[in-house]
C-alpha cells in the first residue's frame, strides 16, 4: 500500500508538472495574441487607401519598360520611372549609386533607390523590394538564356511599395514614424541550376553596400532604425506566405496577426512552412533590427513560375496585391499611430512576451522545490 501511494504521489507531480507547463505555453500565447488584437481594434474603423489596380498598372509599366537587367538601357529606364512614380508622394527621393565589377569580368553601375516619408519623426520602418529582373531563366525548358519578364519576382514588391507610398502619404499626420521605401538593386542575378544570371555574381549583391553605406541616409543620433519589411514575389496567383527561419519571431506574427485580423486566413496560415531564404533581409541584420522576409514558397509551392518565361503578367492576381497591401498598410497604421502608444515589439502593457514565459518558468521551478521539500 505504501508503496502504491508513493507511486501515486509521483504520477501527481509529474501531472502538476505538466499542466504548469502547459499553463505557462499558455499564458505565453494568450498574451501574444491578445496583444496583436487589442492593437488592431485600435485601428478597427481605419479606412485602408490602398488600391491593388493600381499595383497592377504599376506591374503592367514595368514589364512594358521591358527587363530589368543591370548594364541595359531599360534598367536605367525603370530607375528613373520608380523615382518619378514615389516622388510626388514622399518628402525625399535618394539615390545609392555603387558599382558592381567581379574579376576579369565588366563593370556594372547599380542604384538603390530610397524614399522616404514624414521625415520629421524620430522612429524608421524601413519597407523594401528589389527592381531588378533576372537576366535569364534557368529554370524554363527553352530560351533558357534569355531573360524573364518578372511580373511577380522583382516588379510586384515595387509596385506595392509605390502604392503604399501613396496610400501612406494621406496619413501622415497620425503616423509616428518615419516610412522609408527601399527599391534595391542587383538582388536577382546569382547561380541556380548551373547558371549565372551575370557571369560570378551572387544573390543579394546590392543591400549589403546599401547596409554599409547606411549611415548617409538617416542621423543615428538622431533617429532609430525600427524595422526591416521585405517585400518579395507578392502578386502571385495562389498566395500564401511562408515564415523565413532567420527572420524576426515578433515581427512576423505581427504581420501575419494583423493579415488575418482583415479576413486574409489563406494568405497568412496558423502554421506556415518554414524556409530558409537568402534574400535582401539578411544584410540588414547586422544593424541590430528586426526584420521579417515577406515571401512564398516559390521552390515547391503553388506558384510554379519561378525564373521562367511565365512569371508574366497573366500569374499576377490583384488580389494578392490588396493582400498583401492592405496588410503592411494595416500594420503600419496599427503600431505607429497616434492612438497607439505601443509597438509590435512590446506586449500590452509594455512587458516583453519572453517575460511571460519567464515568469512560468519560475513558477514550475518553485512547484518542484516545494514538493521535493515536503516528500523529504
Same mark, same amino acid.
Request: some cysteine; hydrophobic content about 40%; aromatic content about 12%.
Given at each position: ?229 521585405? $517585400?518579395?514575389?507578392? @502578386?502571385? %496567383?495562389?498566395?500564401? /506566405? *511562408? =515564415?523565413?527561419?532567420? !527572420?524576426? #519571431? ?70 494578392? $496585391?490588396?493582400?498583401? @497591401?492592405? %496588410?503592411?498598410?494595416? /500594420? *503600419? =497604421?496599427?503600431?505607429? !499611430?497616434? #492612438? ?37
Amino acid at each position: 500500500m505504501t508503496k502504491f501511494l508513493k507511486y501515486i504521489n509521483k504520477v501527481t507531480a509529474v501531472s502538476i508538472l505538466i499542466m504548469l507547463v502547459n499553463l505557462n505555453i499558455l499564458i505565453v500565447y494568450s498574451a501574444n495574441t491578445s496583444h496583436h488584437e487589442q492593437n488592431s481594434s485600435l485601428n478597427s474603423g481605419q479606412i485602408l487607401l490602398f488600391n491593388e489596380i493600381n499595383a497592377y498598372n504599376h506591374i503592367s509599366s514595368q514589364l512594358d519598360i521591358g527587363f530589368r537587367v543591370p548594364g541595359t538601357v531599360e534598367h536605367d529606364l525603370c530607375a528613373d520611372w520608380i523615382r518619378n512614380q514615389i516622388n510626388s508622394h514622399v518628402d525625399s527621393v535618394l539615390t545609392h549609386n555603387f558599382t558592381i565589377q567581379k574579376e576579369g569580368q565588366s563593370a556594372y553601375e547599380c542604384q538603390n533607390i530610397l524614399g522616404k516619408l514624414n521625415t520629421d519623426k524620430e522612429k524608421i520602418v524601413i519597407l523594401g523590394a528589389h527592381w531588378d529582373s533576372r537576366n535569364v531563366s534557368e529554370k524554363d525548358y527553352i530560351d533558357r538564356n534569355l531573360p524573364i519578364p518578372g511580373a511577380n519576382d522583382g516588379a510586384s514588391g515595387v509596385a506595392v511599395l509605390i502604392e503604399l507610398a501613396r496610400a501612406l502619404s494621406f496619413s501622415t499626420t497620425n503616423l509616428t514614424c518615419q516610412v522609408w521605401f527601399l527599391f534595391i538593386d542587383a538582388e536577382d542575378q546569382g547561380y541556380t541550376n548551373g547558371m549565372y544570371g551575370i557571369q560570378d555574381w551572387g544573390y543579394v549583391e546590392g543591400s549589403p553596400i546599401f547596409v554599409e553605406n547606411i549611415e548617409n541616409f538617416y542621423d543615428p543620433s538622431e533617429e532609430n532604425l525600427e524595422c526591416f519589411i521585405l $517585400l518579395d514575389m507578392v @502578386g502571385g %496567383t495562389n498566395l500564401t /506566405f *511562408i =515564415k523565413e527561419s532567420r !527572420s524576426d #519571431d515578433n515581427l512576423h506574427n505581427g504581420i501575419f496577426t494583423e493579415g488575418r485580423l482583415l479576413g486574409y486566413n489563406e494568405s497568412f496560415p496558423f502554421t506556415p512552412k518554414i524556409m530558409s531564404i537568402n534574400d535582401d533581409h539578411i544584410p540588414f541584420t547586422e544593424l541590430d533590427i528586426p526584420v521579417v522576409d515577406l515571401i512564398i514558397d516559390f521552390l515547391y509551392g503553388d506558384w510554379t513560375h519561378h525564373h521562367t518565361h511565365s512569371d508574366d503578367l497573366s500569374n499576377i492576381d490583384p488580389e494578392s $496585391l490588396k493582400i498583401t @497591401g492592405r %496588410t503592411i498598410e494595416s /500594420f *503600419i =497604421k496599427t503600431y505607429y !499611430s497616434n #492612438d497607439s502608444n505601443q509597438t509590435w515589439k512590446e506586449s500590452d502593457y509594455g512587458f516583453p512576451i519572453w517575460g511571460y514565459s519567464l515568469i512560468g518558468l519560475v513558477i514550475v521551478v518553485m512547484a518542484t522545490v516545494i514538493f521535493l521539500y515536503r516528500k523529504k
